[in-house]
């Protein structure tokens, strides 16, 4: 987890209801990846970006769902409006330039939708 | 296209017994290979990776695995389980070096039973 700060930790909202998801990364990443954790299916990969301009976008999973990366520093995915099925652990991972070849995650966010 | 699987959901082992968890994966150049571990509450964490030279690949906490090309095999290992250990562990593929993201496979969780 270390150097990858999520927030909020938890998050419970009711369906419609916007949900913002924030991951600030360590210095030195050239990628930034963010993923979805649920029980049926895994971990799977919604967005990535390098140098904070999004690469490829085809695991979002909807039109309710976006991802910005303004800069190096911050990165958000927004789902409005949010629906139950939307309930999961959300994880951001960067790459380093140290370490090219291994990714580093958060803690996540765990998200429920009521 | 790069995949990897991991065909067991569960592992169950006794403590101070070797164990293994076991991952196949599908790339159609050179594997790079990893191995993470998630526990409760907590991202992902880096194990151990293979990327060229010697099969047998050490990482933390006392954990190897084997690159296997014949078998497109990459098993995790440890000698001696311990209660600690008890985690989810998620297999990872890229199809050689490159800036395209991990490809995991859906976790197996161990078990280890004092």
């Known amino acids: 987890d270390a150097g990858v700060i999520q927030s909020p930790r938890h998050e419970v909202t009711e369906m419609g209801q916007e949900v913002t998801l924030r991951c600030k990364p360590i210095?030195?990443?050239?990628?930034l990846f963010w993923y979805r954790q649920t029980m049926m299916r895994g971990l799977e990969l919604l967005i990535y970006?390098?140098?904070?301009?999004?690469?490829?976008d085809s695991g979002m999973p909807e039109d309710r769902f976006s991802a910005k990366m303004p800069n190096a520093s911050f990165s958000t995915l927004k789902i409005q409006p949010s629906e139950p099925r939307d309930s999961a652990v959300y994880f951001c991972?960067?790459?380093?330039?140290?370490?090219?070849?291994?990714?580093?995650f958060g803690p996540g966010t765990r998200l429920t939708v009521l | 296209a790069q995949s990897v699987a991991q065909p067991e959901d569960q592992v169950n082992v006794a403590e101070g017994n070797p164990l293994t968890v076991k991952c196949t994966y599908s790339?159609?150049?050179?594997?790079?290979l990893f191995w993470y571990v998630q526990y409760p509450n907590r991202g992902l964490q880096f194990l151990l990776k293979?990327?060229?030279?010697?099969?047998l690949v050490k990482g933390s906490y006392g954990f190897e695995a084997e690159f296997n090309k014949s078998q497109t095999s990459f098993h995790l290992k440890k000698p001696s389980a311990l209660v600690s250990d008890s985690a989810l562990y998620f297999c990872?593929?890229?199809?050689?070096?490159?800036?395209?993201?991990?490809?995991f496979g859906k976790g197996t969780r161990l078990s280890v039973i004092a």
């Open positions: 991972a960067v790459r380093t330039t140290a370490s090219t070849d291994t990714q580093y």
């Open positions: 210095s030195g990443h050239d990628y």
């Open positions: 970006f390098n140098n904070n301009v999004p690469i490829d």
């Open positions: 790339v159609s150049g050179n594997p790079y």
């Open positions: 293979y990327i060229t030279g010697d099969n």
């Open positions: 990872a593929v890229r199809d050689g070096p490159g800036n395209t993201p991990l490809v």
